[in-house]
DNA sequence: AGAGCCGGTTCCGTTGCAGTAACCGGCCAC
DNA sequence: GTGGCCGGTTACTGCAACGGAACCGGCTCT
């Protein structure tokens, strides 16, 4: 991780607090997972708490057809499947630190968790 | 605008092409809106072409209450309220500069509208 | 009297993201 | 043959965001 929060990144409840999104709930913490090389679906699965195994496929999936991360299935078993990022999905690490930085630098500003009923 | 992109910023579907959101759909929009200066209601509601108002009410509330903007009414006749950017809200319009450069940059790589059923 | 402006509010409906729980096929080890 | 591992899939449910249409009070202008 080169630009970290204070606060849990991998805490899907910092991602409530988070005013800038990259992609959807899970696709930030997922570019993270994988800026320090490939990984498989269960090793994805350990560090984003409480993922539940089908909205991770359907991330992983979205992501792969919008061309951030590669998908490959080897013809093992017990089968294994490695995700890795692209150059564009690489790109996006940049904005994000970006964003990251804002929020570490804000973090005091930023509403508490419960207080919300609209997001922002 | 200090950084637009090349699309209509202000077109609603952008938001749907665009990875990187800056708070709910319209937040980004109307951040942009007041960053030259404080705008009311309707002056609003005219940029942000066919925003329904009481998700333009929402949505304001909601940065308000999130110390995005401060709400000012005018006890005049027409009714007057002028909305403007806090400090806290101007400090978004950086991230949201990088955002924008990386979506200027990455154009021809963000996914066809109504190519998604699933969104990234 | 009637119409218009401003800044909303209320009602109702749709969409889609996210989550839970259960199950699957193929292979391996016990 | 029973159970476990891996990488999912299927069916069902809940909830928040978003939107369309209609309406409102207070005032002014004609």
Redesign the pocket.
């Known amino acids: 991780m080169s630009a970290p929060l204070n606060a849990d990144l991998f805490d ?1 409840f910092c991602s409530h607090r988070m005013p800038i999104r990259v992609g ?3 696709s930030g913490m997922i570019l993270r997972c994988l800026e320090d090389g490939p990984r ?4 994805l699965k350990v560090p984003l708490k ?12 979205a992501m792969e057809r919008d061309g951030w991360l590669t ?1 490959t ?1 080897y013809d093992e ?7 890795a990022l692209t150059e564009l999905g690489r790109s996006l690490l940049g904005p994000m630190d970006v964003a990251c930085a804002w929020a570490r630098e804000h973090l005091d500003d930023l509403p508490r968790i419960g207080d ?4 922002a």
Chains 1, 2 share one sequence.
Do not use: C, I, M
Request: proline share 15%; hydrophobic share 25%; glycine share 4%.
């Open positions: 899907p959807d709930k899970w498989r679906f269960t090793e409480g993922v539940a195994p089908k909205v991770l496929t359907e991330t992983l999936r998908r299935a078993n017990p089968p294994r499947v490695e995700y919300r009923t609209h997001p």
